[in-house]
């Protein structure tokens, strides 16, 4: 029954997470706008979310023939290769596109309004400071940089603006005295300075400025808005993240194996998994082929644990699993970093599970809990309790180990206590499996025995 469930419950997101992914393709193709300008949103951390949302959004414009398209930037920067896609993305576009920094747009967002047409800047607004950063918040090492100080001159240069001023942005060794940009300073401009030096077409204090400044003072304007699914996805697919969902999957999963039933953890694990599909599903990175072969791969895992067998459906399940997870990601040097830290950290639950609270729920079936005990019929040597107490004669010495004749029966013996010469006569003591302990024999016993 608890094999059951699980499937089920797996069947039921498969099915709800294909049917989401349907209806939104259609959603997207539903209406066609006539002399009309979309309004992009470009906000938050600059990441592989914001980079799909992007991508939908624009299409969508195109398809319904739109006149313009606005990207509203307010973005503290973010990741450079989701940075470099969504240029790419906004350079491709099939139509005009204008970014209006509404708010701030650093690091990754001043790349992004350099690849548009056209900037326009509200009031009190700034643009720069884009140097490039790795994880601990120290700049990237000189390779990197450089790589990252030519998008911007580049981007810069495909829209006839001074290249100098984009270089000052991400280059701290650049001096730009007009500017009051020092060595060891980077460049960020105010909307008066950028329509100064060329990196504003314009300063719009609203959306109705805007439009009379791009002489589309009469267009319908559309607003492209994040839905809750592709929030969901934004947050999925953030770096810190993904490793954070793998390791709640993983560890939800181990909880379950000592817990009977299919409860808490179970849901966790698979629902956090799942989660990861579904975000990376959304944001574009996988297709429902991921889901399927991680569902297969679920599924191998439990036939593994429910009908234990030689290990082959779990080594196939966990590669399946793995592979999925790969397919789905954006970077498979990431993603391997983190199934790493999941398998870790998993790890270390499943050993403190299994040293503090034994074997429970289907980890049962994993370990052998049967012993072949004398109650049970099974003897690992034959008992000799019956020649216990009678007497036999050494024909050898016993040093201690040595052999005996008792009833016609050669034996293996060991004395009770030192040496007994051969052709002495020996009582055996004790028997207890193939091990005869004896005692040598006094005259007198003898006789008395007789």
């Given at each position: 029954?608890?094999?059951?469930?699980?499937?089920?419950?797996?069947m039921v997101i498969m099915i709800a997470?294909?049917?989401?992914?349907?209806?939104?393709?259609?959603q997207e193709t539903e209406e066609i706008?006539?002399?009309?300008?979309?309004?992009?949103?470009?906000?938050?951390?600059?990441?592989?979310?914001?980079?799909?949302?992007?991508?939908?959004?624009?299409?969508?414009?195109?398809?319904?023939?739109?006149?313009?398209?606005?990207?509203?930037?307010?973005?503290?920067?973010?990741?450079?290769?989701?940075?470099?896609?969504?240029?790419?993305?906004?350079?491709?576009?099939?139509?005009?596109?204008?970014?209006?920094?509404?708010?701030?747009?650093?690091?990754?967002?001043?790349?992004?309004?350099?690849?548009?047409?056209?900037?326009?800047?509200?009031?009190?607004?700034?643009?720069?400071?884009?140097?490039?950063?790795?994880?601990?918040?120290?700049?990237?090492?000189?390779?990197?940089?450089?790589?990252?100080?030519?998008?911007?001159?580049?981007?810069?240069?495909?829209?006839?603006?001074?290249?100098?001023?984009?270089?000052?942005?991400?280059?701290?060794?650049?001096?730009?005295?007009?500017?009051?940009?020092?060595?060891?300073?980077?460049?960020?401009?105010?909307?008066?300075?950028?329509?100064?030096?060329?990196?504003?077409?314009?300063?719009?204090?609203?959306?109705?400025?805007?439009?009379?400044?791009?002489?589309?003072?009469?267009?319908?304007?559309?607003?492209?808005?994040?839905?809750?699914?592709?929030?969901?996805?934004?947050?999925?697919?953030?770096?810190?993240?993904?490793?954070?969902?793998?390791?709640?999957?993983?560890?939800?999963?181990?909880?379950?194996?000592?817990?009977?039933?299919?409860?808490?953890?179970?849901?966790?694990?698979?629902?956090?998994?799942?989660?990861?599909?579904?975000?990376?599903?959304?944001?574009?990175?996988?297709?429902?082929?991921?889901?399927?072969?991680?569902?297969?791969?679920?599924?191998?895992?439990?036939?593994?644990?429910?009908?234990?067998?030689?290990?082959?459906?779990?080594?196939?399940?966990?590669?399946?699993?793995?592979?999925?997870?790969?397919?789905?990601?954006?970077?498979?040097?990431?993603?391997?970093?983190?199934?790493?830290?999941?398998?870790?950290?998993?790890?270390?639950?499943?050993?403190?599970?299994?040293?503090?609270?034994?074997?429970?729920?289907?980890?049962?079936?994993?370990?052998?809990?049967?012993?072949?005990?004398?109650?049970?019929?099974?003897?690992?040597?034959?008992?000799?309790?019956e020649i216990v107490g009678q007497i036999?004669?050494?024909?050898?010495?016993?040093?201690?180990?040595?052999?005996?004749?008792?009833?016609?029966?050669?034996?293996?013996?060991?004395?009770?206590?030192?040496?007994?010469?051969?052709?002495?006569?020996?009582?055996?003591?004790?028997?207890?499996?193939?091990?005869?302990?004896?005692?040598?024999?006094?005259?007198?016993?003898?006789?008395?025995?007789?």
């Open positions: 029954m608890k094999l059951f469930r699980i499937l089920m419950y797996l997470a294909s049917s989401y992914s349907l209806g939104l393709h259609a706008h006539e002399n009309s300008v979309h309004f992009v949103p470009v906000e938050q951390t600059v990441e592989r979310g914001l980079e799909s949302f992007l991508d939908r959004s624009i299409d969508t414009a195109v398809e319904e023939g739109a006149d313009h398209v606005v990207l509203e930037i307010d973005t503290p920067g973010g990741a450079v290769d989701a940075a470099g896609n969504i240029a790419q993305i906004v350079r491709n576009a099939e139509v005009p596109t204008t970014a209006f920094v509404t708010g701030e747009a650093m690091s990754a967002g001043a790349y992004i309004a350099l690849n548009a047409n056209q900037i326009v800047m509200a009031p009190g607004t700034t643009m720069g400071s884009a140097q490039v950063v790795d994880g601990t918040g120290n700049a990237a090492e000189t390779k990197a940089q450089s790589a990252w100080v030519s998008n911007m001159v580049g981007a810069a240069e495909n829209n006839d603006r001074d290249p100098q001023y984009a270089e000052a942005m991400a280059n701290p060794d650049l001096v730009i005295e007009e500017l009051n940009v020092g060595e060891g300073d980077l460049l960020t401009l105010t909307s008066s300075q950028a329509l100064e030096v060329g990196y504003a077409e314009e300063v719009a204090n609203d959306r109705e400025q805007l439009l009379q400044f791009l002489e589309m003072e009469e267009a319908e304007i559309v607003e492209s808005e994040v839905s809750f699914a592709e929030q969901i996805a934004r947050f999925v697919t953030s770096p810190v993240v993904i490793p954070i969902l793998l390791s709640l999957g993983s560890i939800g999963l181990v909880l379950e194996l000592f817990s009977p039933g299919f409860g808490i953890p179970g849901l966790l694990g698979l629902s956090s998994l799942l989660l990861f599909f579904f975000g990376h599903l959304i944001a574009g990175f996988a297709g429902m082929e991921t889901i399927i072969l991680f569902i297969a791969g679920v599924i191998l895992l439990l036939v593994e644990v429910f009908f234990p067998g030689f290990g082959i459906f779990g080594i196939l399940g966990v590669g399946a699993v793995i592979t999925s997870m790969l397919l789905a990601s954006f970077s498979t040097v990431y993603m391997l970093l983190a199934i790493l830290i999941a398998a870790i950290v998993s790890g270390v639950v499943a050993v403190i599970l299994f040293k503090y609270f034994g074997q429970r729920g289907p980890m049962k079936r994993m370990v052998l809990h049967d012993a072949t005990t004398t109650d049970e019929g099974y003897i690992s040597n034959e008992s000799r309790a036999g004669e050494t024909i050898t010495p016993l040093r201690p180990a040595g052999s005996m004749i008792l009833n016609d029966e050669r034996l293996d013996v060991v004395s009770e206590g030192g040496y007994i010469e051969q052709g002495r006569k020996a009582k055996v003591v004790s028997a207890v499996g193939s091990r005869i302990i004896v005692r040598e024999v006094a005259a007198e016993q003898e006789l008395n025995h007789e």
